[in-house]
């Protein structure tokens, strides 16, 4: 293929890691990513087939993408999951094979940890907002507490490492948890990284104004441990902490009151084949088409190239004119 090896933008970041959603499927109803009755799902046959998805995940570890992370939905609601993992741990870039993650609420894990590991799975992020019941069956609408805290333990099981931990700080719902969902991390070796709410839900209500800023999160977090800053973060969306000395990390993923946009190196494929310089882009790049129109490997790596392109300096969150995606969270892939 022409053109330079990299995956460059206009202002100069290379793009190494390419997120690859599976399904915009879930298998719970999280307050903050979908309304109770769920959302339209995709029609399938608008869906990325398994040749496909590997197809342009080869084409971009070609180009030096060297992280490919599959999302949702739910990407282990996806049958073929164990496959995909397979295949995609084949592929070889300009530096070696690419390191496959996953993130996840956990609940399939107790089942397919293990082949998962056995397939090329090296490491996986676990969404978990709560360890009280009352409040998991509140925020997620199911009462799948327990069945999260067993799929945790079965990817230490499994011997992924790290096991990271996501949680979303909410106001009023779980911003009093902080302190002890650390501890909980601790006392288990796991890296959890606490998340500023950001404006991806389907019914669009979030609010600026409400929001537990990283600052309260590390004032929390300084009420119980002394916090070490640790350097050389790069590209990582989370800036890094040691408890007391450490050995246990926390991160604080700021997206919206300390943006990470300079040191963006991530590009988003959607189950549907659509690809997203930014989280937040309100415009896409159609792959499908090119897929299925027997389009060659230059030209999918052009149509990479050129959704790049389009890519801003930033999100414009706190920019009076900015404006959420239409899309929800589950149907764009983390």
């Known amino acids: 293929m022409g053109g330079p090896v990299t995956l460059t933008d206009t202002f100069g970041r290379v793009h190494r890691d390419l997120r690859i959603s599976l399904t915009d499927r879930c298998s719970l109803r999280c307050t903050y990513c979908m309304p109770a009755e769920g959302v339209p799902w995709l029609q399938k046959d608008s869906l990325l087939t398994t040749e496909e998805i590997v197809r342009v995940a080869r084409v971009a570890v070609e180009a030096g993408v060297s992280t490919l992370r599959l999302t949702g939905g739910e990407p282990l609601l996806r049958p073929d999951v164990v496959d995909v993992v397979s295949r995609l741990s084949t592929l070889i870039g300009p530096d070696g094979p690419p390191e496959i993650s996953l993130t996840t609420n956990a609940l399939a894990l107790p089942r397919l940890a293990q082949p998962l590991v056995e397939a090329g799975l090296t490491r996986v992020n676990i969404s978990l907002d709560t360890l009280r019941q009352d409040r998991f069956v509140a925020l997620t609408r199911r009462d799948r507490l327990d069945d999260t805290l067993a799929g945790i333990d079965a990817a230490v099981g499994a011997r992924l490492a790290p096991v990271k931990i996501n949680t979303v700080v909410m106001r009023g719902r779980n911003d009093?948890?902080?302190?002890?969902?650390?501890?909980?991390?601790?006392?288990?070796?796991?890296?959890?990284?606490?998340?500023?709410?950001?404006?991806?839900?389907?019914?669009?209500?979030?609010?600026?104004?409400?929001?537990?800023?990283?600052?309260?999160?590390?004032?929390?977090?300084?009420?119980?441990?002394?916090?070490?800053?640790?350097?050389?973060?790069?590209?990582?969306?989370?800036?890094?902490?040691?408890?007391?000395?450490?050995?246990?990390t926390i991160g604080v993923i700021a997206s919206v009151t300390r943006p990470f946009c300079g040191a963006c190196d991530r590009i988003r494929l959607t189950a549907d084949g659509q690809l997203r310089a930014c989280l937040f882009a309100r415009t896409e790049t159609d792959v499908l088409s090119v897929l299925r129109s027997g389009a060659s490997d230059a030209e999918i790596d052009a149509a990479i190239r050129r959704c790049l392109l389009g890519k801003k300096a930033g999100h414009d969150i706190d920019d009076p004119g900015f404006l959420q995606p239409s899309r929800p969270m589950s149907a764009i892939g983390g």
């Not at 998340?195 to 800023?213: C, F, K, N, S």
């Not at 800053?229 to 450490?246: I, K, N, S, V, Y």
């Open 176 to 248: 009093d948890e902080i302190v002890d969902l650390a501890e909980f991390a601790a006392e288990r070796g796991l890296h959890l990284r606490f998340i500023e709410q950001m404006p991806l839900d389907a019914g669009h209500t979030w609010d600026r104004g409400t929001m537990v800023e990283a600052e309260e999160i590390l004032a929390a977090l300084t009420s119980r441990w002394e916090l070490t800053e640790m350097p050389g973060r790069g590209a990582d969306p989370a800036q890094t902490w040691l408890l007391d000395g450490g050995p246990t």
